[in-house]
């Protein structure tokens, strides 16, 4: 079975700084893996995904994450962090289902933004 | 686009009641999700469906709960009756699924948060 780890509970950085939460997944397929943004009281928004190919991924508002097969990881990362940008990020991998497939998603990251 | 349709956003119940939750999934995604987050086990996969076929149902918690999709639009989750260990906030999710391996994207709706006294 496939599990996530989000070795950070709460993060907290000040405003203008790097961030970069770490994910690391247990899958023995190829793994199909996410990362989800949830602002307090509101739903999951997908952040990026990454299918295959470029192990560097783009996604929305300025987040990007890497693909490190070989250290089973897919850390999030952002050059300068935002106000905005505090919330708790889930780390999430996709397992082909008998019709769709299902997300198993990691306990999260709380992050903090200092300004 | 009005994306998922969760209803009620809150509900407080007192334990022996009847719980329904109910979801408006993204209109021509077939398929439908509900998760349920809660701070000791995280965001667990309660059951989903698939063309309005429930495919995986093992996340069910125990016979109190019940999920139905009785066409596209709409589906239920029905706990009966409630306890208290069933607080939490449950989300419905949907996608697109073209058959294609992962390439549909799950969208969340707004979640509803469950208190039983």
């Known amino acids: 079975a496939q599990s996530v780890t989000q070795p950070d509970i709460h993060i907290t950085v000040s405003e203008g700084a790097s961030l970069e939460l770490r994910c690391n997944y247990s899958?023995?397929?190829?793994?199909?893996l996410f990362w989800y943004v949830q602002s307090p009281g509101q739903g999951l928004q997908l952040l990026l995904k990454y299918f295959s190919g470029d192990t560097l991924v783009q996604g929305i508002k300025g987040f990007e994450a890497e693909f490190k097969r070989s250290q089973s990881s897919f850390n999030l990362r952002k050059p300068s962090v935002h106000w905005s940008d505090a919330a708790e990020y889930f780390c999430?991998?996709?397992?082909?289902?008998?019709?769709?497939?299902?997300?198993?998603f990691g306990k999260g990251t709380k992050l903090s933004v200092i300004p | 686009d009005a994306g998922v349709i969760q209803s009620p956003r809150h509900e407080v119940t007192e334990m022996g009641q009847e719980v329904t939750l109910r979801c408006k999934p993204i209109?021509?995604?077939?398929?439908l999700f509900w998760y349920r987050q809660t701070m000791m086990r995280g965001l667990e996969l309660l059951i989903y469906?698939?063309?309005?076929?429930?495919?995986?149902d093992s996340g069910m918690p125990e016979d109190r709960f019940s999920a139905k999709m009785p066409n596209a639009s709409f589906s239920t989750l029905k706990i009966q009756p409630s306890e208290p260990r069933d607080s939490a906030v449950y989300f419905c999710?949907?996608?697109?699924?073209?058959?294609?391996?992962?390439?549909?994207?799950?969208?969340f709706g707004p979640g509803t948060r469950l208190l039983v006294l």
């Open positions: 899958y023995g397929a190829t793994p199909y």
């Open positions: 999430a991998v996709g397992a082909k289902g008998a019709g769709s497939y299902q997300l198993t």
């Open positions: 469906f698939n063309n309005n076929v429930p495919i995986d």
């Open positions: 209109s021509g995604h077939n398929s």
């Open positions: 999710a949907s996608s697109l699924d073209r058959g294609r391996d992962f390439s549909e994207t799950q969208y």
